[in-house]
C-alpha cells in the first residue's frame, strides 16, 4: 500500500487569499513559490488538523506523516481526551462536501436543538428559527410530547403537565455556557441564539434552578 | 443490374414524416449528417433541441439552423459551479440565447435551463417574443428576481408551466403572483419553492381558483398550514404537491382543515416541501402516503427517529425517496423493507462538516441494497463506508445507472481495514453495466481508475474529488470509457502527462473540468495547440477575487494590464482551474477577465 502523495491546495481557499503572495504584484497564487517541499508542508499542516480532530482510532501512523505520529505516541492522555471531546472544527474545504448552494444556505438558516423528556425514551429535535416565540415553541414542544397540557401560572411561569400522573415538567434550556436555565428567561432572539439543547425537567428536580443560576 | 437510389424520389414531406419518429436528439443529429437534402429537412423540422454547452455553439446559428423549434434546453456553467467552485460572473448568460431565439424562432413554446444566469430584462424579453410560449423550466439559475416572473405571469397568456427548482431569486416582493392573468389561466404546474420572501396569501388563493388544469403545485416556505388547506380544498385532483410551512397547532381550525382536505386528495403521488414539519402535521400526511411514488423530505431536519419510521412504513408504492442522514440506518432499514418499488434513492448531509456522531453508514446503504432490488439510482452522503459493503451493494443492484457516494472526510479509507475504496468501487462498475453515472469518494489509488477505464463502458459523466496516485489514473479512463462525455476532476495529482494522455479524446466529449491539480499552463498551452476546435479556459483566481472586490467597491485598480500577468513567460505555473469544452463556436466572447482562453 503506497502513502499516498496528499495533495492540498485547499488551505490558502480555506484561510482566504495567500496574502504574502499576492502583496506586491498581480501574478497567479502560487507563482513560482510552488515548490514540492512547500506544497508538501502545507498540506502535512491539513492533515494534522484532519487526523486530530477526528480523535478516531484510525492509526495515525499510516498516513506516514512523521509529526503526528510523535504527538499521538508521547500523550496518550491527550489522545484519549481528544477521543472524547466533540471532534475539533475540520478544516472547511471549499466546495465539499459536494452539496448545492442553495441547499448549504436553507440549512444554515437553521437552528436545530435536541429535545429531552425526563422519563420519555426518545429525543426529538426542532428547528428554533421555526417559531417566532415562546408561547409556540411551548405548544410545539406540548404536541410533541402529546400527553402534556400547558398549564398556565399567574405569575407567567409556563409549565407543561402530564395528565396521567400529574407530574409537572419545565421547560428548560442549556446555554452556551454549559448552564440550565428556564426557558424564557431571556428574550426570544437571545434565547435562540444561546440554546444548545431544551429538557423538559421534572419540576422536583427544577426546584433549585432560579434564572440565571448555576446549577449546582 | 442497375441500382435505383429509391431514396431520392421520396418526396420531402415523406421523409420528414419518416423522420419524425426519431424522437431522441442523438438519432435526429446523426440523419441530418448523411447528406444536404436530409440536413435540410431535419433542421426544418426539428422541434426540440438540446444544448448541453451553451457555449458548444453560438446561439445565432443554433437559432438560425432550427427556425421551427419549439423547445430548447440549454446548460451553462460547469457542474462544479452547484459547489462554489467557479467565481461569481463567470459567464453562462441566457440573453444572448433568448435573443436570437426572438429573432428566429417565434413559435417556441418551451424554454429550460440550468446553470445560467438569467436577467429581468432576458424574461421580460421571453413574455413578448414568443405568443405560444407554455412552459419555463429554471434550474440553478441565477440573475432574476422576483419582477421578473411578474413579467412571464403578465406576458405568457398560455403559461402551462413555471418550474423554478432551487434558483437564487432577488425577493423584490409578493406581487408577481398578482400578475397572472384575471381570467382562467392554462396553468398545470406552478413550482416556487425556492422562493425565500413572502407571498400574497389572498393571490395566491384566488390564482389557485382560476387555475382549473393545476395539477402539480410547489409551494415555499412563507405559505401556512391555513392557506395550504384552501388551496387543497380547491384542487383535490393535484399530483404533486409541495408544501409550505407546516407547522399548525392541534386544536386549530388549520390543522383540521389540512386533515381533512388530505383525505380527499385521490391523486396526489409526489409531495415535498415539509417545511418547519412539526409531527403532529406528519400524521396528517398518513392518508396520502400509500399512493405516494415520490417523497422529499430533504428540507425537514426535524423527521427522525420513530416520527420517520411510522411515516414510511405508509409508503408502500414509493419508487423516489430523498432524505435527510437524520434519518439513520435505521430509517434506511425501515424504508428498505416498506418500500419494495425504490429505483432512486438520494441522502443528503444534515451536518456538512461531520462534527457529530455518525448518522448514516454502510449499514443504511447496505440494507437498502438488500430489500430494494430495483434500485438504479442513488446519491448518499455518510460518513462511514466500507469495502465490503460496496460489493454487496453492486452485486443486489445490478441495475444502477446513477451512483454517486459522497463519503464526508476526503481521503478516508475504509475503517474495517485501513485499505482505500478501490475494490468497493471496482465491484460498482464491475457488476453495474448500466452505469452513466459515476461519483466517488474516500481514500482512492490509482487501482479504482483502472477498474473505470476497463469496466465502465457505458459511463458518460466520471466525478472525481481527491483521489489517484499518479497521471496513469487519469490516463485509464481517458483510455478505457469510450461513451465518456464530462469528466470532472478536482484535487487530484494529475499533471500535464494526463491532461495530454489523449488530445483526441476531448473532441468527443462535451467537457473537461480540472481544478486543484498538478497541471502547468505549458500543458494547457500545449493542449491548446494540438486541439483548435477545443476551448482551453483557464481560470485565475486571484483576478477573480480583485474582479468582486471591485465590484463591491472593496478595491481600485492599480493595474490596466489585467491579463498580463498570465503571459509573463513563466509556463511552470500550476493551472488553478482548468475547463475545456468542444465548441463550432470559438473561443467566447462573453468571457471575463479572470477567464483566459488560450
Known sequence: ?????????????????????????????????????????????????VELGLGSGAPVGTRGVAST????????????????????????????????????NVMKSCKLVKVAVDGAPYLRKVDLEAYTGYHQLLTALQEMFSCFTIRNYPDEERKLVDPVNGTEYVPTYEDKEGDWMLVGDVPWKMFVESCKRVRLMKSSEAVNLAPRAQQS | MKVQSAMFYFPEEVIEHIFSF???????????????????????????????????????RAAARFPGLWSLSLKGKPHFADFDLVPPDWGGLAGPWIEALARSCPNLEELRMKRMVVSDENLELLGHAFPKFKALVLVSCEGFSTDGLAAVARSCKSLRELDLQENEIEDRGPRWLNSFPDMCTSLVSLNFACLKGEVNLKSLERLVCRSPNLKCLRLNRAVPVETLAKIINQCPNLEDLGTGSLLADQF????????????????????????????????????????????????????????????????????????????????????????KELQELRVFPSDLFAAGPA?????????????????????????????????????????????????????????????????????????????????????????????????????EML???????????????????????????????????????????????????????DISLRGCKALATKMPSLNVEIINEWEAEMEENLNNGVAEVISNNNNKHFNNGNDDRKVEKLYVYRTVGGPRSDAPDFVWTL
Open chain 2, 359 to 459: 448518522t448514516v453508514t454502510e449499514e443504511g446503504l447496505v440494507a437498502i441494497s438488500t430489500g430494494c432490488p430495483k434500485l438504479n439510482s442513488l446519491l448518499y452522503f455518510c460518513q462511514s463506508m466500507t469495502n465490503s459493503a460496496l460489493i454487496t451493494v453492486s452485486k443486489n443492484c445490478p441495475n444502477f445507472t446513477r451512483f454517486r457516494l459522497a463519503i464526508l472526510e476526503p481521503r478516508k479509507p475504509d475503517p474495517a481495514t485501513n485499505e482505500p475504496f478501490d475494490e468497493g468501487f471496482g465491484a460498482v462498475v464491475k457488476n453495474c453495466k448500466n452505469l452513466r453515472r459515476f461519483s466517488i469518494s474516500g481514500l482512492l489509488t490509482d487501482q479504482v481508475f483502472y477498474y473505470i477505464g476497463k469496466y465502465a463502458k457505458a459511463l
Open chain 2, 22 to 60: 426519431l424522437t431522441h436528439h442523438h438519432d435526429r443529429n446523426t440523419v441530418s449528417t448523411v447528406c444536404k437534402a436530409w440536413y435540410k429537412i431535419e433542421r426544418l423540422s426539428r422541434r426540440e433541441v438540446f444544448v448541453g454547452n451553451c457555449y458548444a455553439i453560438r446561439p445565432d
Open chain 2, 463 to 517: 466525478s472525481i474529488a481527491f483521489a489517484g496516485d499518479t497521471d496513469q489514473g487519469m490516463t485509464y479512463v481517458l483510455n478505457g470509457c469510450k461513451n465518456l462525455r464530462k469528466l470532472e476532476i478536482r484535487d487530484c495529482p494529475f499533471g500535464d502527462g494526463a491532461l495530454l494522455a489523449d488530445v483526441t479524446k476531448y473532441e468527443t466529449m462535451r467537457s473537461l473540468w480540472m481544478s486543484s491539480c
Open chain 2, 252 to 339: 386549530s381550525e388549520a390543522y383540521v382543515s389540512l386533515v381533512c382536505a388530505l383525505q380527499k386528495c385521490k391523486k396526489l403521488r409526489s409531495l415535498s416541501g415539509f417545511w418547519d414539519v412539526s409531527p403532529l402535521c406528519l400524521l396528517a400526511v398518513y392518508p396520502v402516503c400509500a399512493n405516494l411514488t415520490g417523497l422529499n423530505l430533504s428540507y425537514a431536519p426535524t423527521v427522525q427517529g420513530q416520527d420517520f419510521i411510522n411515516l414510511i412504513q405508509h409508503c408502500v408504492k414509493l419508487q423516489r425517496l430523498w432524505v435527510l442522514d437524520s434519518v439513520g440506518d435505521k430509517g434506511l432499514t425501515v424504508v428498505a423493507s416498506a418500500c
Open chain 1, 1 to 49: 500500500m503506497s502513502v499516498e502523495t496528499e495533495r492540498s491546495s485547499t488551505e490558502s481557499e480555506v484561510s482566504g487569499l495567500d496574502y504574502e503572495e499576492t502583496a506586491l504584484t498581480l501574478r497567479l497564487p502560487g507563482g513560482t513559490s510552488r515548490v514540492a517541499g512547500s506544497e508538501l508542508d502545507r498540506k502535512r499542516g491539513f492533515s494534522e488538523t
Open chain 1, 69 to 104: 505520529d510523535d504527538q499521538s505516541d508521547e500523550s496518550p492522555e491527550s489522545q484519549a481526551s481528544v477521543a472524547e471531546k466533540p471532534p475539533a472544527p475540520k478544516a472547511r474545504v471549499v466546495g465539499w462536501p459536494p452539496v448545492r448552494s442553495f441547499r448549504k
